[in-house]
T-cell receptor, first 113, second 115 residues
Framework: AQSVTQLGSHVSVSEGALVLLRCNYS??????LFWYVQYPNQGLQLLLK??????LVKGINGFEAEFKKSETSFHLTKPSAHMSDAAEYFC???????????FGKGTRLSVIA | DAGVIQSPRHEVTEMGQEVTLRCKPI?????LFWYRQTMMRGLELLIY????????DSGMPEDRFSAKMPNASFSTLKIQPSEPRDSAVYFC?????????????FGEGSRLTVL
C-alpha cells in the first residue's frame, strides 16, 4: 500500500527566504503525487501534481516540486517566501491514479517578517 | 460552480447523540470521498463512493459510523451514538476520478465537537 512521510511537522522561514518542504513516498507502482495547501478553517486546495512526463512540476503561487524516483521524493520548494504562504501543506500519493489519495500528516509553514 | 458544500460547518453535541454530516459534491463529479482530520492522525480516508456506490469503507472506524449516497448530488455521514473521540474535522471531497488524476476538490469541512 502506498504511504507518505513528511519530514518536519513545522517549518519556519523568514520572509523572502527559500521554502523547502520535504515529502517521501512509498508506492509499489508508478505514483501520482500531489501537494495540497490548507489555510485556517478551510478545505484543502491543490497546489500542484505529478502524473507522468516532466519531473519538475510548477504549481500556483510560485511553488514547484520535483519527482525523484531514485530518492522516492517529491519535495516542495518556493524561491522566496511570502507572508501569505503561511499555511498547512500536505503531500499525497495515489497508485497510478487508480487509488484514492493517501495524505501525509502535513507540515505547518510559518513565515516570519 | 459553488464547489463542494458541506453542512453544518460546526456541530457541538453531547456524547450519545446522533450526528449527521451532509455533503453536496460538484455537479458532474462521479467520485466522492469522506476524510477525517485530527491532530494525532492527520487526514484519514473513511469511505469513498464511485457513481453513488460505496467502493471501500475499510477506513470507517466502527459500526457507529455509516455513510450513504442516495444520488449523485448528496451524501451523508452519520455517527450514532457519538463519542468524545469522534471530535474532529470531517471533510467531503469530490473528483472526476478515484485516483485524483482529476483534481480532488474539498469542502470547507464540518468541525464536530462531542462533549
Amino acid at each position: 500500500a502506498q504511504s507518505v512521510t513528511q519530514l518536519g511537522s513545522h517549518v519556519s522561514v523568514s520572509e523572502g527566504a527559500l521554502v523547502l518542504l520535504r515529502c517521501n513516498y512509498s508506492s509499489s507502482v508508478p505514483p501520482y503525487l500531489f501537494w495540497y495547501v490548507q489555510y485556517p478553517n478551510q478545505g484543502l486546495q491543490l497546489l500542484l501534481k505529478y502524473t507522468t512526463g516532466a519531473t519538475l512540476v510548477k504549481g500556483i503561487n510560485g511553488f514547484e516540486a520535483e519527482f525523484k524516483k531514485s530518492e522516492t521524493s517529491f519535495h516542495l520548494t518556493k524561491p522566496s517566501a511570502h507572508m501569505s504562504d503561511a499555511a498547512e501543506y500536505f503531500c499525497a500519493v495515489s497508485d497510478q491514479g487508480n487509488t484514492p489519495l493517501v495524505f501525509g500528516k502535513g507540515t505547518r509553514l510559518s513565515v516570519i517578517a | 460552480d459553488a464547489g463542494v458544500i458541506q453542512s453544518p460547518r460546526h456541530e457541538v453535541t453531547e456524547m450519545g447523540q446522533e450526528v449527521t454530516l451532509r455533503c453536496k459534491p460538484i455537479s458532474g463529479h462521479n467520485s466522492l470521498f469522506w476524510y477525517r482530520q485530527t491532530m494525532m492522525r492527520g487526514l484519514e480516508l473513511l469511505i469513498y463512493f464511485n457513481n453513488n456506490v460505496p467502493i471501500d469503507d475499510s477506513g470507517m472506524p466502527e459500526d457507529r459510523f455509516s455513510a450513504k449516497m442516495p444520488n449523485a448530488s448528496f451524501s451523508t455521514l452519520k455517527i450514532q451514538p457519538s463519542e468524545p473521540r469522534d471530535s474532529a474535522v470531517y471533510f467531503c471531497a469530490s473528483s472526476f476520478r478515484i485516483g485524483g488524476a482529476g483534481e480532488l476538490f474539498f469542502g470547507e469541512g464540518s468541525r464536530l465537537t462531542v462533549l
